[in-house]
């Protein structure tokens, strides 16, 4: 599209592309992951999935939304007519961004609590606690609706700010101050660690591949994990995509970006078991590693209010930068398609999601267990939530897979792709059939009612390819007879 913006350097693409990935996925979830499921066995597992599963999907996703020069919805439209094919593929972009929507929502207060533990931090508050008041400490956050919306209202405030001012001048100069700040303050709480923690327990710990301890449960979490982390199937990468010159491998950048992803959650999950290790604690807290038994280790060492407090703003900035390219695809549609103005449309988009995150913010509290919501849906709105995007991630990096493997014309992809045949060949294959497998793997795990079928629902997902090949063989003739 003539005048679609585009980034002002080469490498901001990788930047941006990187912002989103590394957030509170590699620093938050990966490592409490981790430690639930036993070390090393996971990992392999996550690593396989990256480079069989991620990789591929993520080059697909990129390369979506640099041939259509625009926003994930417009964008998918643009490509079913100009491919000619069938315009159920439209509801990828229609996906994405209620996927977008819906984790923003959370993301952004999960994110207000590290906030507010940078601010105990480093006001030195936690200095005097001992474990019991730290834990407590957390309940009590959690317990306070107006505390969460104040936190909540901030950070999604501040993404929205960052979106609203535009792509160069927000998100391209936000990106280039906070990225290598970020990587600065990931190596000294590395070097932190190292010296205060027990780094080779840490290393012998998450270097031990013991599939033992791998349940299949474990298996998918890393599968599901390793979507979340890449930020696949939310038209986050394909916005940005969108803005990425034509001369730069499509690639070389997505292994870039999952390489350097991958080196970032496993960098911090290296030094949050050293301090967690380090001070005798347990490992397998689940999601309140980062905020009840993180925060522990740190009052036992020294300096540790001021190294915390740092570590806080790392998790701020990281989980920032992925906000950010949750808003930018969901406003850019509304700019293209209502013509609104991008501070409008961020606004609508910013409004939306903080209204949707007060239903998290009163699942830890209000409608806690044992309220209304739980009786009628058997969970909290969180868990649904959560849920819900839990479905429409893997849902739509299938679509996009098999969208890119099938639907399109493949001439034309090999063009925007610019790579070797055999490379070609083998993403092809790739994202033809062993993404869709594994994806629907993960997908229908979060569907308990199909958990017992899955052998009935691969079949089915067969039948999708096969139903895809069709409409492109339909396609093809339509071109012929023309
Ligand atoms: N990749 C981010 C993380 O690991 O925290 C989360 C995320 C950001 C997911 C943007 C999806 C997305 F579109």
């Given at each position: 599209m003539s005048g679609h913006n585009v980034w002002t350097h080469k490498g901001t693409f990788l930047l941006a592309a990187v912002g989103s990935a590394v957030g509170l996925g590699n620093l938050w979830r990966f490592p409490y992951l981790i430690g639930e499921n036993g070390g090393g066995a996971f990992i392999l597992v996550y690593a396989l999935t990256i480079f069989a599963v991620g990789i591929p999907i993520l080059i697909a996703e990129i390369m979506l939304g640099r041939t259509s020069r625009r926003s994930p919805i417009m964008g998918m439209r643009h490509l079913t007519k100009t491919h000619r094919t069938f315009r159920f593929w439209e509801s990828i972009g229609w996906l994405g961004a209620a996927a977008a929507f819906l984790i923003l929502s959370f993301y952004s207060v999960i994110a207000g609590w590290a906030i507010h533990y940078t601010w105990l931090m480093f006001t030195g508050s936690l200095l005097e606690a001992d474990a019991q008041a730290i834990s407590e400490g957390f309940t009590a956050l959690l317990a306070s609706p107006a505390l969460m919306t104040l936190y909540h209202t901030l950070f999604i405030g501040c993404s929205g700010v960052i979106v609203g001012i535009g792509i160069h001048k927000g998100i391209e100069s936000g990106l280039r101050i906070m990225m290598p700040a970020l990587f600065v303050i990931l190596l000294v709480v590395l070097a932190y660690s190292v010296i205060n923690g027990d780094i080779a327990a840490a290393a012998r710990f998450l270097l031990t591949f013991n599939v033992a301890n791998l349940s299949i449960e474990g298996w998918l979490q890393a599968m599901g994990q390793s979507f979340f982390t890449l930020s696949l199937g939310m038209g986050a990468i394909m916005a940005y995509g969108a803005y990425m010159t034509s001369e730069i491998s499509l690639t070389r950048t997505a292994i870039a970006i999952a390489f350097i992803d991958t080196a970032v959650a496993m960098v911090a999950g290296l030094a949050i078991f050293a301090l967690v290790f380090g001070a005798?604690?347990?490992?397998?807290?689940?999601?309140?590693?980062?905020?009840?038994?993180?925060?522990?280790?740190?009052?036992?060492?020294?300096?540790?209010?001021?190294?915390?407090?740092?570590?806080?703003?790392?998790?701020?900035?990281?989980?920032?930068?992925?906000?950010?390219?949750?808003?930018?695809?969901?406003?850019?549609?509304?700019?293209?398609?209502?013509?609104?103005?991008?501070?409008?449309?961020?606004?609508?988009?910013?409004?939306?999601?903080?209204?949707?995150?007060?239903?998290?913010?009163?699942?830890?509290?209000?409608?806690?267990?044992?309220?209304?919501?739980?009786?009628?849906?058997?969970?909290?709105?969180?868990?649904?939530?959560?849920?819900?995007?839990?479905?429409?991630?893997?849902?739509?990096?299938?679509?996009?897979?098999?969208?890119?493997?099938?639907?399109?014309?493949?001439?034309?992809?090999?063009?925007?792709?610019?790579?070797?045949?055999?490379?070609?060949?083998?993403?092809?294959?790739?994202?033809?059939?062993?993404?869709?497998?594994?994806?629907?793997?993960?997908?229908?795990?979060?569907?308990?009612?199909?958990?017992?079928?899955?052998?009935?629902?691969?079949?089915?997902?067969?039948?999708?390819?096969?139903?895809?090949l069709g409409q492109r063989w339909i396609a093809k003739r339509r071109q012929l007879t023309q």
């Open positions: 005798g604690l347990d490992i397998a807290q689940g999601p309140g590693l980062m905020f009840i038994t993180l925060p522990m280790a740190f009052a036992e060492m020294p300096m540790g209010a001021l190294i915390g407090g740092v570590f806080f703003i790392l998790v701020l900035g990281a989980a920032l930068s992925s906000s950010i390219s949750l808003i930018e695809p969901v406003a850019a549609y509304l700019v293209e398609r209502f013509d609104m103005t991008r501070p409008q449309a961020v606004a609508v988009m910013v409004i939306a999601a903080w209204a949707m995150g007060l239903l998290t913010v009163i699942s830890f509290n209000i409608w806690a267990e044992g309220s209304i919501f739980h009786a009628l849906f058997g969970r909290s709105a969180f868990e649904l939530i959560e849920l819900l995007t839990n479905v429409f991630m893997p849902l739509g990096g299938l679509m996009i897979a098999l969208f890119a493997g099938w639907a399109l014309t493949q001439t034309e992809v090999k063009k925007e792709l610019d790579t070797s045949a055999t490379w070609f060949v083998t993403w092809r294959f790739l994202v033809r059939f062993v993404s869709p497998a594994a994806v629907a793997f993960v997908f229908l795990r979060t569907l308990p009612y199909v958990q017992g079928y899955l052998v009935p629902a691969t079949g089915a997902l067969l039948l999708v390819s096969l139903f895809a």
